[in-house]
């Protein structure tokens, strides 16, 4: 028997993400839109809107849907923004954020995953994204500033070069701990006078940032 896949992602959008206080009308038509089963492997296909991160290659994991939605939501995202994403992975978060903001840019270390996520923004006529094979840790400095940086990987600390290339009033949302583990997610706003507000908010669970300043 086929999967009906609209009526799962309708049902997770209900119960995941609307019905955990994601506000945002924007983020929620996003996740109506994009068929996350585009974005996971085939054997895991029939598990796309499970409420749970699923693995990729090369060790990695497409995010639960919700964690997702609400690292976007604390990005106060408006549809002229451009935003960057560090850990490309599936390409799911970023083609959620494509349908909120004007510019996506995206950095993967892997270049397979970079690819095969280039390959399903093609497919699916994705014309916003833009994808980097690089180490995310140094960011893209050739399209900064950003209106918001997302970090889809556990760093030690938050790298300067990120809080550099942030636009005024910009934000970034990363998690920041050990290695393995929990970490914890952190908000860092940009003001005027070119200094950072750090909010500490609720605690995640991700695959470690690695790079120049991230894990080695």
């Known amino acids: 028997m086929s999967v009906n896949?609209?009526?799962?992602?309708?049902?997770?959008?209900?119960?995941?993400?609307?019905?955990?206080?994601?506000?945002?009308?924007?983020?929620?038509?996003?996740?109506?839109?994009?068929?996350r089963e585009e974005f996971v492997d085939s054997k895991y296909k029939d598990d796309a809107y499970n409420d749970s991160p699923l693995p990729i290659d090369k060790g990695q994991t497409i995010?639960?849907?919700?964690?997702?939605?609400?690292?976007?939501?604390?990005?106060?995202?408006?549809?002229?923004?451009?935003?960057?994403e560090i850990g490309t992975?599936?390409?799911?978060?970023?083609?959620?954020?494509?349908?909120?903001?004007?510019?996506?840019?995206?950095?993967?270390?892997?270049?397979?995953?970079?690819?095969?996520?280039?390959q399903r923004f093609k497919k699916l006529g994705y014309n916003n994204i833009k994808v980097k094979v690089g180490d995310g840790t140094l960011g893209w400095g050739e399209y900064a500033p950003y209106d918001g940086i997302v970090v889809s990987a556990a760093a030690p600390h938050?790298?300067?070069?990120?809080?550099?290339?942030?636009?005024?009033?910009?934000?970034?949302?990363?998690?920041?701990?050990?290695?393995?583990?929990?970490?914890?997610?952190?908000?860092?706003?940009?003001?005027?006078?070119?200094?950072?507000?750090?909010?500490?908010l609720d605690y995640v669970r991700f695959v470690p940032l690695t790079g120049e300043n991230g894990w080695s």
């Open 5 to 35: 896949f609209t009526k799962l992602r309708e049902k997770m959008v209900k119960t995941q993400i609307i019905r955990r206080g994601i506000k945002d009308g924007k983020i929620i038509e996003a996740f109506k839109n994009v068929a």
């Open 63 to 84: 995010s639960q849907p919700y964690i997702v939605a609400y690292m976007i939501e604390k990005l106060n995202l408006s549809e002229e923004d451009k935003v960057l």
């Open 89 to 118: 992975g599936s390409g799911y978060a970023a083609a959620i954020l494509a349908q909120i903001v004007e510019e996506v840019y995206t950095i993967e270390r892997f270049e397979i995953l970079a690819e095969k996520a280039s």
């Open 158 to 200: 938050v790298p300067e070069e990120l809080k550099e290339q942030l636009a005024e009033n910009g934000k970034i949302i990363i998690p920041v701990g050990e290695k393995t583990g929990v970490q914890q997610l952190k908000l860092i706003t940009k003001s005027k006078e070119n200094t950072f507000k750090e909010e500490n």
